[in-house]
Structure formats: structure tokens, C-alpha cells
């Protein structure tokens, strides 16, 4: 029996709301700052197969929510493609060398650098209740590419974004290149017991509109139905953060099942604007959450008039903050849980 996450992802309102949390295995849970302490970086734990099980698990084990998002991130894929990868404390992820400055076939894959990745999701499902849904994740192509280009995070993706229009045709091997490796690894993952998959879009919000056609809907749209064509029955969520109203576009132009939105959507526009039906994932502000006021529980209650009409996934805008109280995450799942559509 697919549990109440899968199930709505798969199109049904069944009433009650399944609830997962983008970035739920990280830095605000006390026994993963443990587990990180003893291992020592972030890499050597999304390499240890057993500590990175362990950590897609635990916030299941404290929270019970329906949705076990696989530990690792979506720098593997430009890994795999041959950068140096680091994640420096307080600075965060390093590649190198960066396409900025040089030719992405300088680079040469390392394809073995998935395969590790696939034995955490077999080793996850395995220990996972059934009724709990084992979920994979890749980046959007757009979002790993200002990565791979800057070689590090960037306030407004203006590198990236300049070389898309100085030098087109190099861009688009870059794209194409992300594309081919993440229809790999997120069937790789399938293969291994992911049972629905989320594309993260984290800068999808900065493009212009022709440019978002050409480097977010073009290449989510090709690699979700090169998935498709393997994996028919597995749902894909896109979550092109910080698009306003380029959202019906994307929902109705990629072919992803069901799309996460960010918080600063009017949940009551998007419930309007989306394709009927579409299942819809969010979209609670993680500062809210953070902040744990009294506006929290009238935020979450809010979220859930919006979509009483169509299926929908608990979630926050963006991931959890790593210095949110347990305790407001406890006083979350108490609203979502208690809500009857
Ligand atoms: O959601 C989950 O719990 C699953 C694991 C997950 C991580 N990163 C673990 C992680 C997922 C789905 C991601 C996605 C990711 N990674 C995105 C897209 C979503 C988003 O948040 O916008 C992006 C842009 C990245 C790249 C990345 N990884 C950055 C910029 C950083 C450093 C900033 C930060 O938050 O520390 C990371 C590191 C990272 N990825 C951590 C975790 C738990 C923190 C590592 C640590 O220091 O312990």
C-alpha cells in the first residue's frame, strides 16, 4: 500500500495532508550535528553509506513525516562531471575548475562518484516503514550550472547569466551535459528504491523570460520525460524557486506531476493558476516556522485552506533553516495533522 505522500503526489486529495520538510536532515537536528562532528565534513557523510542512511532517517524517526528525502546534494552531479568539490565551513561549496574559465571538455567524468549515492537510497528503503515515501533529488540544470560556472554560490547568478548570452553555444553543452548525468542518476536512484523525485530549481527566479524558457523549462522538460520513458509510474516534483508568474508555465510546459512552490506564492493565486488537479507541494515561510510565533499556526492553516480543493504536499518555501526550534517543528505537524479538508 503506497503511503498518503505517495498517493497524493500521484494525484489523489485524500483529505488529510502528507508533510515533508526540504532540507529536513541537516544542521537543526542535535543528533546530526553528532553524527557530522564525528565524521567530519559534509562530503565524507554523503559518502559513508551508513551514516548518510542514518541521517535521511532520523528526522523520521523524530518527526514520523511521510517523505525520507535521500542525504546527499545536488553538487554530485557537476562531481560526477569531473570538479573538485569542497564544502568550506561557514563559506560553503567550493568546484573547481570553474567553467567561467574553463572549456567543460577540460573536465573528465567520474561517473563512480553516483554510484555510492544509489547504495544509501537501496540501504534507506530497506530500513524505511512502508507506509513512508524513499525520496531522490537531483538540481535543475539552470541551478547546477551557476555552481559549475562560478564555481561557488553567487548573490544574483550574474556570471552564469552573462556567459547564457556572451557564449549561447557553450552554455548549452554545459546544460546538455548536466542534463545527460541527471537523467542517469535520478534513474539510478529509482532503480534503487526512490519512489518519486524532486528537481531543485533554487535560482530558476533569476532569468529573464526567454531566457527561463531556453535554460529552465527546455532542459527540465528533457530530462523529465527521458525519465519518464524509463520510469512511467514515478512521480516528479519541480520546484523552480522564485518564479512568480512564470509557475503556470512551468507546471504546464516541463511535464512534472507535481510542483513545489515558494513562499512568496499566494497559495490562494497558485491553487487558482495551476493546472486542476495538479498536485501542489509547500509553501510555508521557513522564517515563520523559524520564528515560531503566534502567526505560526494561522500561516500553516492558511497553507492548507489554499489547496483543500486539490492534492496537496505539506512543505515549507524553501529548506529548514538550521536554527529552527524543534519545538516549533513539533507545534507544525501538530496543525497539518489535525487539519481535515
Ligand atoms: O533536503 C534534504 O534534507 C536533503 C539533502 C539536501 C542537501 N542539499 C543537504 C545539504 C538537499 C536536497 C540539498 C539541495 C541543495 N544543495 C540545493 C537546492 C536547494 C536549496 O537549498 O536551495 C542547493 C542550492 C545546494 C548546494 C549547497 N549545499 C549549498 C549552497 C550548501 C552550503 C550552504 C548550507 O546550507 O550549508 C550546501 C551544503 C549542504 N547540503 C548541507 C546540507 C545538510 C549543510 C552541510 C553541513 O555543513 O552540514
Redesign the pocket.
Known amino acids: 500500500m503506497p503511503g498518503l505522500l505517495l498517493e497524493t503526489l500521484r494525484g489523489k486529495n485524500a483529505g488529510q495532508r502528507p508533510v515533508w520538510l ?6 537543526y537536528l542535535p543528533e546530526y550535528r553528532a553524527l ?1 562532528a564525528e565524521k567530519g565534513g ?1 562530503l565524507a557523510l554523503v559518502y559513508d553509506n551508513d551514516a548518510a542512511a542514518e541521517i535521511t532517517l532520523q528526522p523520521i524517526r523524530r518527526f514520523g513525516f511521510d517523505g525520507a ?7 554530485i552531479v557537476p562531481y560526477a562531471m569531473g570538479q573538485d568539490l569542497q ?1 568550506l ?1 561557514g563559506e ?2 567550493r568546484l573547481s575548475p570553474r567553467l567561467l574559465d574553463h572549456a567543460l571538455d577540460t573536465l573528465e567524468s567520474v561517473p563512480e562518484r553516483l554510484s555510492p549515492i544509489y547504495e544509501t537510497v537501496r540501504k534507506v528503503r530497506a530500513s524505511l516503514p512502508v507506509d513512508k515515501t524513499m525520496l531522490g ?1 537531483a ?1 535543475s540544470p539552470w ?1 547546477v550550472a551557476t ?1 559549475m560556472v562560478a564555481g561557488e ?1 553567487s548573490r544574483d547568478q550574474h556570471d552564469t547569466r552573462a556567459l547564457a548570452y556572451r557564449d549561447p553555444a557553450a552554455f548549452q553543452a554545459i546544460i546538455d551535459g548536466i542534463v545527460a548525468v541527471t537523467v542517469e542518476y535520478l534513474c539510478g536512484q529509482i532503480d534503487a528504491g526512490a519512489e518519486a523525485v524532486q528537481l ?1 530549481d ?1 535560482w530558476a527566479g533569476s532569468l529573464s523570460p526567454t531566457q527561463f524558457e531556453r535554460w529552465v523549462i527546455a532542459p527540465n522538460a528533457a530530462i523529465v520525460a527521458a525519465v519518464k520513458a524509463r520510469h512511467p509510474q514515478t512521480p516528479i516534483i519541480g520546484f523552480p ?1 522564485g518564479v512568480g508568474e512564470k509557475l503556470p508555465a512551468y507546471a504546464r510546459e516541463t511535464g512534472v506531476d507535481a510542483v513545489g512552490i515558494d513562499e512568496t506564492i499566494d497559495p490562494v493565486w497558485a491553487a487558482g493558476a495551476l493546472p486542476a488537479d495538479m498536485p501542489v507541494q509547500g509553501n510555508l515561510d521557513p522564517l515563520l516556522l523559524l520564528a515560531g510565533s503566534d502567526d505560526l499556526e494561522k500561516g500553516a492553516l492558511a497553507v492548507l485552506a489554499a489547496f483543500s480543493e486539490r492534492p496537496h504536499v505539506f512543505n515549507l518555501g ?2 529548514i533553516g538550521q536554527f529552527t526550534p524543534i519545538d516549533h517543528v513539533e507545534r507544525l505537524l501538530a496543525v497539518v495533522r489535525g487539519w481535515r479538508g
Open positions: 526540504m532540507r529536513q536532515a541537516g544542521r557530522r559534509f528525502i535521500l542525504f546527499s546534494d545536488i553538487l564544502f565551513a560553503g561549496p533529488f538540481g541551478t555552481y554560490g531543485f533554487s524557486k524553501h529548506g
